[in-house]
T-cell receptor, first 115, second 117 residues
């Protein structure tokens, strides 16, 4: 009964390729996020969607494009992968309660290695 | 604007000893504060959180943290360390009531806790 799941768990690919990471949550939450954790373990938010609407878009190269087909899914597509994209990508979800966002629950992460 | 500083990237304690992981924050609005734990090759798990009300919050696995507004701190403690507590711990802040509440969690750089037998 995984709450927030991500696929794949590991992704090894060549520079220049295009790849996607999928995220699904079964918590009934209406807000989902993508975070990037770099080699120094620094976690930084990339995107957030609420009810399929983009609400947070940090300074991220436009090679990264999130897509939310419905409230339970937020996928991350990356074009023209670069060495610097190697990181762990975490998906998270939360619900909005009276205008405030509650605790974020994280997925297990996708470890991306670009060669 | 918000930021988090975790003092000490590595903390080492003996089994049974007190665990103290330090976190200081900066926020332009009253904050929500969180501690997450990350075990090797796993995702983040929520330990505890402070939103409003009681400033001493208790979490899972015997951890607790105290929100001190005057010191802008939210240190994490556990009276007696267990080997299974070895992990990396992240403090995080987000805007609370009155802030632009779009869930922008800002994390500290993490503290690796090592527990010796």
């Amino acid at each position: 009964d995984t709450a927030v799941s991500q696929t794949p768990k590991y992704l090894v690919t060549q520079m220049g390729n295009d790849k996607s990471i999928k995220c699904e949550q079964n918590l009934g939450h209406d807000t989902m996020y993508w975070y990037k954790q770099d080699s120094k373990k620094f976690l930084k938010i990339m995107f957030s969607y609420n009810n399929k609407e983009l609400i947070i878009n940090e300074t991220v190269p436009n090679r990264f494009s999130p897509k939310s087909p419905d409230k339970a899914h937020l996928n991350l597509h990356i074009n023209s992968l670069e060495l610097g994209d190697s990181a762990v990508y975490f998906c998270a979800s939360s619900r909005r309660d009276r205008g405030r966002l509650e605790t974020q629950y994280f997925g297990p992460g996708t470890r991306l290695l670009v060669l | 604007a918000q930021s988090v500083t975790q003092l000490g990237s590595h903390v080492s304690v003996s089994e049974g000893a007190l665990v103290l992981l330090r976190c200081n924050y900066s926020s332009s609005v009253p904050p929500y504060l969180f501690w997450y734990v990350q075990y090797p090759n796993q995702g983040l798990q929520l330990l505890l959180k402070y939103t409003t009300g009681a400033t001493l919050v208790k979490g899972i696995n015997g951890f607790e943290a105290e929100f001190k507004k005057s010191e802008t701190s939210f240190h994490l403690t556990k009276p007696s360390a267990h080997m299974s507590d070895a992990a990396e711990y992240f403090c995080a802040v987000s805007p609370g009531a009155g802030g632009t509440s779009y869930g922008k969690l800002t994390f500290g750089q993490g503290t690796i806790l090592t527990v010796h037998p």
